[in-house]
DNA sequence: ACGTAAAATTACGGACCACGCAAATTTAGC
DNA sequence: GCTAAATTTGCGTGGTCCGTAATTTTACGT
């Protein structure tokens, strides 16, 4: 990778980070494009050439968190059903982080400010690309065809729609607060049951 | 009801009216606030008195369609297994209206101006709202807890993911179109079989 | 080390949005 | 007809995002 490539990189991670750290400290509220800029050591100008709002760079992780399961999913063993290779490869982008090396009172942080009304629905706007990562892996294992048939699209959607209410549920949790990766494979699980009412 | 609330509907209504017509029209990004708020016969500060953005206002009817699915729910029979309900109540929001008494290119210019990119994400950003009346009813029906579970969340991500691959699917086919109706039953069915993989 | 080209950053201006506030208007109720 | 409540509207403001062009940085060849 080039010293540009690097640069660039180096850019995006750093207002990314900005706009994660700013929000946590402040509330998204009190957070500008302009303050996150200049966290990072940039113009505002430079930040909207990386991103197009500020919720795209607060969740920039999140998405390419989306985006590694997709291909983790294709990496996965030819033969294995697609549910287990589903899951097995949605869980991993969870488990190898290092959550509990984060500061204290980081996690409540991040907890806080994902529930400001102003963070409502922005999530699910920007996952809405990276659902076809999903939807094109799965159709590759399953033979299904993107154009033609709903299936590919639904288990692209209802697997986003799992991570989305899981770390929903973890984001609310109290202490001790589950590990998100358990709440992730017990909501992908049920909709792999076909979500059956409990008894 | 009374004039003063007859009015404030009628308002609301014109406004989301104007804002899918001219979207449909001359395309979303030719379309501003302004625009719509002159069309429908009030001050562009009314307009934000009524919706916080021009896309809450051309999805308001689709989010209307999905809060009244919600209430469906809870109207079925008590005895009806989850997924009857979810799907019969669903599916009804979808059937009772006049497709085909809409202007001949009408449907053409709807697809059309849901695919513009800046389109994207936006329903389901909006929707996250509605989402909560559909967990509510299934955690009603099933006797689970919105707080402590996670299947009525999942049950109601689950269903509005459906729906929105559905109409994806919808705007994206080619004529003869198959009815909205029938692809989001495909799709509900589909999740309610725990989306096993085709053979 | 230098010169040129390509890419990235930045400054600037402009269009647009969304909201708070207060004045004006409309509706409700008596 | 009068008063109160609700709604609409005008205005100002802060903020966002993009296009464009100038400036700076990096790449590459010599």
Redesign the pocket.
């Known amino acids: 990778m080039?010293?540009?490539?690097r640069?660039?990189e180096q850019?995006r991670e750093a207002l990314s980070w900005a706009a994660l750290h700013l929000a946590v400290e402040r509330g998204i509220e009190n957070?500008?494009?302009?303050d996150i800029?200049a966290a990072a050591?940039?113009?505002?100008?430079?930040f909207?050439?990386?991103f197009?709002?500020?919720f795209e760079a607060i969740y920039w992780r999140a998405l390419a968190r989306s985006e590694a399961a997709a291909v983790a999913v294709r990496e996965r063993p030819a033969g294995e059903p697609l549910w287990d290779a589903v899951i097995a490869a949605v869980v991993e982008q969870y488990t190898a982080e290092g959550e509990s090396r984060a500061p204290e009172g980081w996690q409540a942080g991040v907890r806080a400010m994902m529930q400001a009304p102003e963070m409502t629905g922005e999530y699910l706007k920007l996952s809405r690309r990276t659902e076809r990562e999903m939807a094109v892996a799965v159709a590759d294992r399953t033979g299904t065809d993107l154009d033609k048939d709903l299936y590919p699209h639904l288990v692209a959607a209802a697997v986003a729609a799992a991570v989305y209410v899981a770390t929903d549920r973890w984001m609310q949790s109290e202490p001790p607060v589950p590990p998100m990766a358990s709440l992730i494979e017990d909501g992908l699980r049920q909709i792999a049951a076909g979500l059956p009412a409990p008894r």
């Open positions: 080039s010293l540009r490539e640069k660039k850019t957070v500008r494009v302009e800029a050591g940039v113009s505002a100008r430079t909207n050439n990386y197009t709002s500020k």
